[in-house]
């Protein structure tokens, strides 16, 4: 059956399919149901299984309401809308295509945005400043797009087809920025429109592509099995080693191209990359799991329930209910007494995610340092191997690369057993034990920059260097090896454990959304870099000499560093007080 045909599929019906304890009834219904739809797809708490044993266990559960508000149908499909196969379906094998698609798209991505400063500070022309602050603005938007992404695939279109479309726009955008390097005679003011039209174009694509394709790989593994539970938690590593890989190709080639070559090839080869990446995920459709979507929006029913639960001042401290009053209490209650607790906790489960988030946004700000000013800094060192050669400042960034693929075995390998027989936890750390270990390495990370580039500023001074920005500074760029080393430390910490984190705590049908808050702190983190640099820049400006002087010998970018490290510190702070005060959701509940 080819995907065209697929998208007849039944849609089935929630309150009915609910009451459904096997396949034969399914089958019954969607006989009589008759016309067919595309399967719209989302994330739910438990997968039936055609082998006998699995039916022996379905036969022992106690069963579940019949509202589809209050629990969710079992009903997980293959993708010609049966009950799906466990030995033919998800799984590993299911979570290979995936993590395949994320490296060639991840190519594409940072292929594009890794050495952005450098063709905006060159072929366009701008200052350090205000293209440091551009890329923040871009990234900020980019990472704050999935939480439209992630409403678009909980609400209508499910989240195979959401990243099959976003794919298409991620191409186009790919292919019309190739178009604004290569055209030959283009107008400046057109060459810079059509420039930020696609990179904006590409941001929004990647909306819908980034939090679906990590959510949709998760939905491959069973939570409520405990060995497929395992699993899970080691793809948030592998998939973030399939990131960091495609990452890694980025820098190490098409930086190089950009440099050396042409900015067209180097634009026209992640194009080519994101049409790889379609072409690899439509040909797992047929191994995928697919997961019903909810009849009413679940943005929206929680939406209304937060109305309803502020309006009554219903929310308290201890997460107990009072009575409402009034026309609340009868919207609330349009369903009985057990969904409104069931839509209480959910949205009070959303409600208390905010203060992880929130403390995460420092480790976001020190992030955004690695494609501006990192890459700034190694422009103006010694980055000679051998007599010829010259390393591209951004190609050094494919050391957090290194030190992410480096690390991550060794973390399931060593750290996670060890932690495991400290804790008798099967994932070892806590997802907030794992991010708060990665928010104290950021300081650090913050506080060896800051030494770094006084190093730097010395050097160029006992040279008689300060005002000939042009010139390289006789000190190796192998001297920004630690910063990066230990950029791609946090990141196995922090990272990894913010995806698992918010995929895990949301409501089940709210999985891509969870994803898309991940995101969004660093599309926050960025804007607040950006707020910053323009701050900085005119305050220092108006005082003297900016911080992020187009010169970096007279700039000092060091007193930022160090700034963000005590930022980083009182963050932290207030993250231990978040995180020891946090309740977790109990695992295979719907809400939370």
Request: one cysteine or more.
């Amino acid at each position: 059956m080819t995907i065209g045909e697929s998208c007849q599929l039944d849609k089935l019906n929630f309150s009915s399919l609910s009451r459904l304890s096997s396949l034969s009834t399914l089958e019954n219904k969607r006989e009589h149901d008759g016309s067919c739809q595309l399967f719209k797809l989302e994330r739910i708490s438990s997968i039936p299984v055609s082998s006998e044993k699995d039916k022996r266990e379905e036969q022992t559960e106690p069963k579940m309401d019949s509202d589809p508000l209050i629990h969710r149908p079992t009903s997980a499909v293959d993708h010609r809308s049966r009950p799906i196969s466990r030995s033919s379906t998800g799984g590993w094998t299911s979570a290979l295509f995936i993590i395949g698609v994320e490296l060639a798209e991840r190519s594409s991505y940072y292929g594009i945005s890794l050495n952005l400063i450098t063709y905006l500070t060159g072929d366009l022309g701008e200052s350090t400043a205000s293209a440091a602050a551009g890329v923040n603005t871009w990234y900020g938007v980019s990472q704050m797009m999935p939480l439209l992404g992630a409403f678009v695939a909980d609400s209508y279109f499910g989240r195979y087809w959401t990243i099959a479309v976003a794919s298409l726009f991620y191409v186009l955008g790919l292919g019309l920025l190739t178009l604004s390097a290569i055209l030959p005679n283009l107008n400046k003011q057109l060459q810079v429109i059509l420039f930020y039209f696609s990179l904006y174009l590409v941001a929004f694509a990647q909306g819908g592509h980034k939090p679906c394709v990590q959510a949709f790989g998760a939905d491959q593994f069973d939570e409520r099995d405990p060995q497929e539970r395992i699993s899970r938690s080691s793809f948030f590593n592998w998939w973030y080693f399939g990131m960091n890989a495609g990452m890694m190709v980025s820098l190490l080639v098409l930086t190089y191209v950009q440099d050396n070559i042409s900015w067209g090839l180097g634009f026209g080869i992640p194009c080519i990359l994101m049409v790889i990446a379609l072409a690899v995920f439509l040909m797992g459709t047929k191994s995928y799991r697919y997961y019903l979507l909810e009849d009413e929006s679940p943005f929206v029913r929680i939406g209304r329930t937060f109305t309803i639960l502020i309006k009554s001042n219903f929310i308290t401290k201890e997460g107990e209910s009072r009575h409402l009053h009034g026309d609340d209490e009868s919207k609330l209650n349009e369903h009985g007494d057990e969904l409104s607790i069931r839509l209480a906790e959910e949205a009070r489960g959303v409600l208390r995610l905010f203060p992880i988030w929130a403390t995460c946004l420092g480790y976001a700000v020190v992030f955004a340092q690695s494609p501006t000013f990192f890459t700034k800094q190694g422009a103006t060192m010694d980055r000679r191997i051998g007599s010829t050669f010259q390393v591209p400042p951004a190609a050094l960034q494919s050391l957090t690369c290194v030190a992410i693929l480096a690390f991550i075995p060794i973390y399931a390998r060593i750290i996670v057993p060890i932690s495991r027989n400290i804790s008798k936890r099967p994932s070892g750390l806590t997802p907030l034990q794992r991010i708060g270990t990665g928010l104290i390495v950021s300081i650090t990370l913050m506080v060896v920059s800051a030494l770094v580039e006084i190093r730097r500023l010395k050097t160029a001074q006992e040279f008689g260097l300060i005002d000939r920005p042009d010139v390289m500074i006789p000190m190796s760029i192998w001297w920004l090896v630690p910063q990066y080393i230990l950029l791609g430390i946090c990141d196995v910490f922090t990272m990894v454990g913010l995806q698992e984190f918010f995929y895990d705590q949301v409501p089940d049908a709210l999985k891509s959304l969870g994803l898309a808050l991940y995101l969004s702190i660093f599309g926050i983190g960025n804007f607040i870099s950006s707020f910053l640099v323009s701050v900085i820049d005119g305050v220092t400006k108006s005082a003297g000499e900016s911080w992020f002087s187009n010169n970096l010998n007279h700039a000092h970018l060091d007193y930022y560093y160090w700034l963000l490290a005590g930022l980083s510190a009182v963050v932290f702070v207030i993250y231990m007080y978040s995180a020891q005060s946090y309740v977790y959701k109990k695992i295979g509940s719907g809400a939370l």
